[in-house]
């Protein structure tokens, strides 16, 4: 029962462009939601979190937007940079963070 | 380096054996995850213990069990080993559990491969 989805495994954009990384849930109860960027052969980073009160919080070059009532969440990346090539995974919570639901992934590459 | 540690860092053992992988979470955080990550698969949660107690369960097999000692690293113990338990091994620390969420922290995992 996967109740954090990524539908897309892999997304390719240009350098200096946007990078739109979408996430979808299904738990309503959830309330806390993270993304995290992975390169190969390392642990998960922590990129940027949004809580459900709110809809949207920016951080530098990423912004992650909340649609509680269409349970989706999205990343943007903007501008992109060959150095965001990477993993990113949507992660959600709903008990106080005692339990993180992890998508699946979607592997960024972002062409020079 | 997020300053969580995981020993060792590649596991090669035998079906039926047991094994044992072991977290130092970051100086001062309390709570300590698990996860899973088999090959084209995302993150499964495994177990989470807070300042030495168990605070959620995952899906995490009757044959896998875990424990955080008081100096707060944890034990992830995986006994009678199967081909399917291959996989990436993550563990995680945030520094609290009550009043609000903290972002995990994640140590550079242990693969075990079992033949």
């Known amino acids: 029962d996967q109740q954090v989805k990524q539908n897309s495994p892999s997304l390719s954009v240009q350098e200096g462009r946007i990078s739109i990384l979408n996430c979808d849930y299904t738990?309503?109860?959830?309330?806390?939601f993270l993304w995290y960027k992975k390169y190969p052969a390392e642990g998960p980073t922590f990129l940027i979190s949004i809580s459900s009160i709110k809809d949207k919080n920016e951080d530098g070059r990423f912004t992650v937007f909340l649609n509680k009532s269409a349970k989706h969440l999205s990343l943007h990346i903007v501008p992109s940079q060959p150095g965001d090539s990477a993993v990113y995974f949507c992660?959600?919570?709903?008990?106080?963070?005692?339990?993180?639901?992890f998508g699946t992934g979607t592997s960024l590459t972002v062409i020079p | 380096d997020s300053g969580v540690t995981q020993t060792p860092k590649h596991l090669i053992t035998a079906t039926g054996q047991r094994v044992t992988l072991r977290c130092s979470p970051r100086?001062?955080?309390?709570?300590v995850y698990w996860y899973q990550q088999s090959l084209d698969q995302g993150l499964q949660f495994l177990i989470h213990y807070y300042n030495g107690e168990e605070r959620a369960k995952g899906n995490i097999l009757e044959r896998f069990s875990a424990q955080q000692f008081p100096d707060l690293h944890s034990e992830l113990n995986l006994s009678s080993l199967e081909l399917g338990d291959s996989a990436l091994y993550f563990c995680?620390?945030?520094?609290?559990?009550?009043?609000?969420?903290?972002?995990?922290?994640f140590g550079p995992g242990t693969r075990l491969t079992v033949l």
């Open positions: 995680a620390s945030s520094l609290r559990l009550a009043g609000g969420y903290n972002e995990q922290f």
């Open positions: 100086s001062g955080d309390l709570s």
């Open positions: 992660a959600a919570s709903g008990d106080t963070g005692n339990q993180f639901y």
């Open positions: 738990n309503s109860m959830f309330d806390y």
